[in-house]
């Protein structure tokens, strides 16, 4: 056999070993996290860029792609990157919270080995670390589905990202100050649509153009720190077919409330007059109202957009109203070939039912967050490196609060790691009860649930003949509106250190937020993988020597 030959049947050996294991493919990316100089408001202050981007690079993956990020922190700053609904099944040690990982230090790098498995949809990275969110460094994540797999709808003529979000000219130093010496963050001063808001001068630049008489996605996502915003398009409605990782029931809208930390993807059809349009998104449930802009223009058209913006609606029944619009395509597929709504969540029974009720006070006279009366701080050891390495006891103390916390204590508050332990599998009802009188965005890591019931007042057993058992969309945030709940179901079946937190960001910093541990019992690599090679160590755990790894 001559050496070209063998060198290729070589080549043919090594390419089929590779799909013999089915291994997915792989995406790579280096990104440099620093300071550089924004002014999306017009007034210049420090943003955090990555490769010089404000907001940072999107990212295009398929479902099962492997995507590798080499971070290298060029700030002065620890610095984590949460992504925000990937599910991260079996590794939460690339879940980028301050629970499961240790922060990257300045001028160091790391590198996240993330899969995006059995997951479509669009979603959002964003820092988790010293309110960095609040200069940047967020961006979008996006998951085509596997060419075999069918979407409920025709190949757009183009796919189009767009983060909005409530922003601040004040430095994220500033605002942690604030926050570090106990008072809120008080009002934003604008709203971004990718890090610019248009002045309607008539000498704004395009953020997207549409050809006519085609159709476009546009996946919307908060990025925002605090406000719930409505979004709309002049001109224009949109069809709304997935949110947060499920193809939805697609209906029209005029108009969508994106509360914080939630993303929706819809159609929108180049079916007006040529000229330009403005997309609209403004804020919520607040006194005065901040609105922010993005120009569309058609590829023939003329004319500048009208400078009359539509109108949002008015009061949060509107908004609730809307949520119980959404609903889970039961027949379309999901990331893997089968239906979506071939897991019947309404025919299990519950086995554990927790409510998790939100309170703002004071701990020695400044301004805390809590839920179930403690409010989260986070440990230097990461609660899940704790576990690994078998030194909870020197870090924190599992199942502080109860499942139902007692109404007596409902002004107590406590500061303490807040961690709740799970049993692996157990199928449970979540409620998020809000007395307060904001709105509250949650969100849950390494997981998808049924958002089956947002009600007003308060929640009892009784509540739940008004759940949506049937097509409830599963999503990974769910807002509860001031003086109500919301009710989720889910199987806690990815094992795993996972952050249920507030996206609302002060509320987050100053300890609302919180983690479940579910430890598989068998250690096994069938049910967690093994801490990743590079993983840093920091804390109690730092030198301290390996565990021995899970089995098979
Ligand atoms: C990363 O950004 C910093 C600050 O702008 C710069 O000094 C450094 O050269 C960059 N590194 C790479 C690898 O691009
Ligand atoms: C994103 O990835 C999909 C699937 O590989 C590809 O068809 C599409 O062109 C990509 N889009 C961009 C903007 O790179
Ligand atoms: C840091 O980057 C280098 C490549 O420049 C890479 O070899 C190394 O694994 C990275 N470190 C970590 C902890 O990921
Ligand atoms: C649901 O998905 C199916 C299959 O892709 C599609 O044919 C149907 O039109 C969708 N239904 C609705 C109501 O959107
Ligand atoms: C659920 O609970 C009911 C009442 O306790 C019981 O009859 C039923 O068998 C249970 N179903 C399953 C699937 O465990
Ligand atoms: C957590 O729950 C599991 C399963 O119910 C149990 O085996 C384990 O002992 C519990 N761990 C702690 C620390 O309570």
């Not at 409010?375 to 078998?390: C, F, M, Q, R």
Request: include cysteine.
């Amino acid at each position: 056999m001559g050496e070209k030959k063998f060198v290729l049947l070589l080549c043919f050996f090594a390419a089929a070993m590779s799909t013999i294991r089915g291994e997915d493919p792989y995406l790579f990316f280096t990104w440099n996290v620093s300071y550089g100089t924004i002014a999306p408001l017009g007034v210049p202050q420090q943003g955090i860029l990555i490769n010089g981007q404000f907001p940072g690079p999107n990212i295009n993956s398929t479902t099962n792609n492997n995507v590798v990020v080499n971070i290298f922190n060029n700030l002065d700053e620890p610095f984590l990157l949460t992504w925000n609904g990937i599910q991260h099944r079996k590794n939460s040690w690339q879940d980028g919270t301050l629970g499961t990982m240790c922060p990257i230090p300045p001028k160091t790098n790391y590198t996240y080995h993330i899969q995006v498995k059995d997951q479509i949809g669009s979603y959002v990275y964003y820092p988790t670390t010293a309110m960095h969110r609040a200069a940047g460094a967020f961006g979008g994540l996006r998951v085509n589905s596997r060419l075999l797999i069918p979407v409920p709808y025709a190949d757009p003529e183009d796919d189009y990202t767009v983060l909005i979000g409530d922003w601040y000219t004040k430095s994220h130093s500033t605002l942690r100050k604030f926050l570090d010496g106990g008072r809120a963050l008080g009002r934003p001063d604008g709203v971004l649509i990718n890090g610019k808001s248009a002045k309607g001068d008539g000498k704004d630049k395009p953020l997207f153009s549409m050809k006519p008489g085609k159709t476009y996605k546009y996946r919307i996502c908060n990025v925002g720190l605090k406000n719930s915003l409505n979004f709309r398009i002049q001109g224009h409605t949109m069809k709304l077919v997935e949110m947060e990782g499920s193809h939805t029931v697609q209906n029209t809208y005029q108009s969508l409330d994106v509360h914080v930390g939630q993303c929706f993807t819809v159609l929108v059809t180049a079916d007006q007059k040529p000229k330009d349009y403005l997309m609209v998104a403004s804020t919520r449930f607040t006194k005065s109202v901040l609105t922010g802009k993005g120009l569309i223009s058609y590829t023939n058209g003329k004319g500048p957009a009208s400078p009359e913006i539509p109108e949002a609606p008015v009061g949060w029944a509107w908004s609730l109203n809307q949520f119980r619009t959404f609903r889970w395509n039961l027949t379309s597929s999901a990331a893997r070939p089968n239906p979506q709504g071939s897991f019947h969540y309404g025919a299990i029974n519950i086995t554990r039912t927790i409510k998790l009720v939100n309170t703002a006070g004071k701990v020695d006279g400044k301004l805390r967050y809590a839920v179930n009366g403690i409010s989260h701080i986070d440990p230097v050891t990461p609660l899940k490196l704790a576990e690994y390495y078998g030194v909870t006891e020197k870090v924190f103390k599992y199942d502080i609060i109860s499942d139902n916390p007692p109404a007596k204590d409902a002004d107590k508050m406590t500061m303490a790691p807040n961690v709740f332990n799970m049993t692996f599998r157990n199928f449970v009802e979540i409620i998020f009860e809000n007395h307060e009188k904001s709105i509250q965005s949650w969100h849950l890591d390494g997981y998808s649930f049924f958002a089956v019931a947002i009600e007003p007042g308060r929640w009892t057993p009784e509540r739940r003949k008004n759940y949506n058992l049937l097509d409830a969309v599963s999503r990974h945030t769910v807002q509860v509106f001031p003086k109500s709940w919301a009710a989720i179901l889910l199987t806690f079946d990815n094992a795993g250190m996972w952050n249920i937190r507030s996206e609302v960001a002060e509320r987050r910093y100053l300890g609302q937020q919180l983690y479940t541990s579910i430890l598989s019992p068998a250690r096994s690599l069938r049910d967690e993988y093994n801490i990743p090679d590079n993983a840093l160590l920091c804390g109690v755990v730092k030198g301290m020597p390996k565990p021995p790894p899970y089995s098979i």
